[in-house]
């Protein structure tokens, strides 16, 4: 974890990067951890602030009490540890289900957030709280259960990766943040993504929204990228880049491209 320090507020671990520059807070998805951001960290601005949580149930943060958790309460989660730490306005990039929390916090605290970033994001499946899962969605909780997390994680991870075969240092990147999941957490995580409706809170935006997608994203492709930002309205929608080669873990598979976004989308905004 080089270049981070790791902390805990409001019931919230995190990791940070120490900095007097432009600050970002990052939302990890739901097969991931705050440590999945390290490949990404060379390549942001030197002196960028950069804080990266563990969400509800990851790592030491705390579970909700609530089986079926929405993104709103992510959203609260997010707006206690930026209380905690006293934060300004600052960048919010959440990636895959992290999309969901993030637009659930922007949409309900427009002033702490100078710019959102959705990363290959998850538009959520629409179905009623504590309604049905998925048969995928139950999948993913009964596999975690019964496989155990190391299993898990081996049988999920290559899916997240463009040509998996090529880039075996990215698929063990991927494993080992997936093999740290954790029950409830990963099981309140994919009820909520059950329940999630990115596009409804993407059309209640009023930050500037960009949204970056991999060209080979093949769990949230970039049909669905181009949706969320057109439900964006339109006196706030930035850029859609897509990112040639990349799957969906887009900030591990391509760091530097996907910094590169960030900084020009970044530049294009001032």
């Known amino acids: 974890m080089t270049g981070w320090v790791q902390n805990a507020a409001a019931g919230i671990e995190y990791l940070e990067r120490p900095g007097t520059g432009p600050l970002l807070v990052l939302l990890h998805g739901i097969g991931s951890q705050a440590a999945s951001f390290t490949p990404l960290l060379p390549y942001l601005a030197a ?31 997010l707006l206690g ?25 922007a949409a309900r605290n ?64 991927v494993r ?10 990963y099981a309140q995580a994919a009820r909520m993504l059950a329940s999630g409706r990115l596009l409804d809170d993407a059309e209640r935006l009023a930050v500037p929204t960009d949204v970056i997608v991999g060209a080979e994203d093949v769990v949230t492709p970039p049909d669905g990228a181009r949706r969320a930002l057109a439900a964006v309205p339109a006196r706030h929608r930035g850029q859609l880049t897509i990112l040639p080669d990349t799957g969906h873990a887009i900030y591990q598979q391509a760091p530097a491209g996907f910094a590169a976004a960030l900084e020009t989308q970044t530049e294009t905004a001032g």
């Open 81 to 105: 540890l930026v209380e905690a730490l006293d934060l300004g306005p600052f960048t919010l990039v959440g990636h895959s289900l992290g999309t969901l929390m993030g637009a659930a916090f």
């Open 47 to 77: 002196d960028a602030r950069v804080i990266a949580w563990n969400a509800p149930g990851y790592a030491g943060s705390a579970p909700f009490d609530d089986d079926w958790p929405e993104a709103s309460d992510y959203a609260a989660a």
């Open 176 to 185: 080992e943040g997936m093999s740290k999941v954790s029950l409830p957490g």
């Open 110 to 173: 427009r002033d702490r957030v100078e710019r959102l970033v959705l990363a290959s994001p998850a538009l959520g499946h629409g179905v009623p709280r504590g309604g049905g899962l998925s048969a995928a969605a139950q999948a993913r909780i009964d596999d975690l259960q019964d496989l155990g997390p190391v299993d898990f994680a081996a049988a999920r991870s290559a899916r997240l990766v463009h040509a998996p075969e090529a880039h075996a240092d990215v698929v063990a990147l």
